[in-house]
Each structure stands twice: as C-alpha cells, then as structure tokens.
C-alpha cells in the first residue's frame, strides 16, 4: 500500500507541475530551451525554498521525511486547491489539514436555498461550524419555530427558545445528544474562538446546558428522532439528519424526515398549504 501511495504521489505532483506555467510563478518562460510546459523540478524546488535533490526525492516516490511546513511551501508553487492540498498531505503520509473553503466555492448559498426549499413542506435549515443558523425554509419555521429575532445559534436556541422547547416533547430525551455532537464539533477545532464563544454564551443563558457540558459526552452528529407537540396539528415525529457538502466544509444541512407515526407527513402537507399557513403564522406560543 505505500508503495501504491508514493507511486501516486509521484503521478500527482509531476501532473501538478506541468500544469504552472513559468509566468505564473513569476519566472520567464525559457524559451526554445523549454521542451515541455510547466515548471521545472529544480524550479518548483527554489520556489519553495527545499533543497533540489530533496524535492526530486519527494516527486520520485522516495520513502522519505516531510514536513507540513514543506508541503505548503510546495503546495503554494504548485497553486493547489484546499482539496488537492489536503490530498498531498495524504499522499505523503501525513494526516491532512483541516477542509478549507475555496473561493470558487464560496457562494453556493443560491443552490442550498433552492435544495431546503424544494425540500417542503418538511423543515429544513443550514448552519456554519458553529452552528448559527445560515438559512431555513418556511417548514423550519412553522413547526420548529424559527424565525426573525430568535438567537440565531442553532445550540443557544435550543436551550433557550420558549416556542421550541414548549413542542418539543423529546427536549429532554435529545439535549445530553445535542451537547455531545456540538462537543464533537469543538473538538476538531480545539483552539477555535469562535466555538469557545458559543460555549460562554450557552453556559451563561442555560444551567441546563452547563450540566450537560460537564458530563463531557461526545458524540458524532448524525440523526435524531424527534417528537414535537404542534399547536395546530398535534403530535409530529420526524427525523433530523445532517449532510455535509464536501466543497463547503463549514456548513451543514439539517434535514427533518417524516416518520410514520401520526400521519406525521400529512400534517406537515397541511401546514405548508394556505389554510395552514394561515394559523401557524409565527409566533405562536406552546
């Protein structure tokens, strides 16, 4: 298998440096003496700041050491991707860095809005790492309260939303599991500011929260069952599942499915028609 993997290696960062042009890295082209497009290896190697003999190792496949240090400073001549980035750092052996939004990936919010609304009538919504609410559909906001003016942490609301927790029949049954997947996403992040924040700001607005925090369960975020009590049409269960989008490694679409008990589908139906629209106006108490 490493032998596989350092072939691989060699493949990816030959086929990487023919596609730089001289000009690009801010080199003259070389002219007639060029034979092939691309940088040279000896190139690529002053560029980066390695030794040549050490840069031909690493793109001949030798079972040599690296660094992280040295595969960015190659991965910044060769103008990798985050992806592709991260794939050199598996191809060398080393455990990837964290994923990285590219700019071109940068505004996807048109298509994820277009995908939580053609998810009606069942709620949908979509929040970054730290669980802030980004986007949500009109389902998410009849039956699962969202809406203008709440706290937009997807974590704080649920601890702290009087609408939300008056519904939600199975609050006490999910609160340790939702504490342990946002545990889970604190982790890979240790020294993030942004989740240490969120964690202050729950711990300051619920004891409830502070409890579960303690206990110090992680867990990964996957799906949850969830049993809500609708002021209009009564008990509803469906099932919260997160995706992730590989080019927008910092969100998550949170979609809720339908599940058999209590005609839970119809009702969700009725309450995107008209006349259910009507009723379930926000903000409608317990």
Known sequence: MKAHRLGELREFLMSRRARVSPAEAGLPDGGARRRT????????????????????????????????????????VLRLSSVERRHLYVLAGLNPPAPEVDPGDA???????????????????????????????????????????????????????????SRAKSWEQNAPNVVAQFRAACSERPDDEGFQSVVEEAKAASEDFTELWERRDIAPGGQVRKEIEHPLVGALFVESTQL???????????????????????????LASPEGRRGSMYPVAG
């Open 244 to 270: 992730r989008v590989p080019a927008r490694p910092d969100l998550a679409i949170v979609m809720h499915t339908p599940l058999p008990e209590a005609d839970t589908a119809a009702k969700l139906e009725w």
């Open 37 to 76: 497009p691309g940088l040279r290896r000896e190139e690529v190697a002053v560029l980066a700041g390695v030794g040549v003999s050490w840069y031909q190792w690493l793109e001949q496949g030798r079972d040599i050491t690296v660094s992280p240090q040295v595969l960015d400073s190659v991965g910044r």
């Open 107 to 165: 505004d996807m919010c048109a298509g994820l809005r277009r995908l939580i609304d053609a998810w009606m009538p069942f709620p949908a919504h979509i929040m970054d790492a730290y669980w802030n609410t980004v986007l949500y559909n009109d389902a998410a906001g009849m039956v699962l309260g969202m809406r203008p003016g709440l706290v937009q942490n997807c974590l704080i609301a649920f601890f702290t939303d009087p609408i939300y927790r």
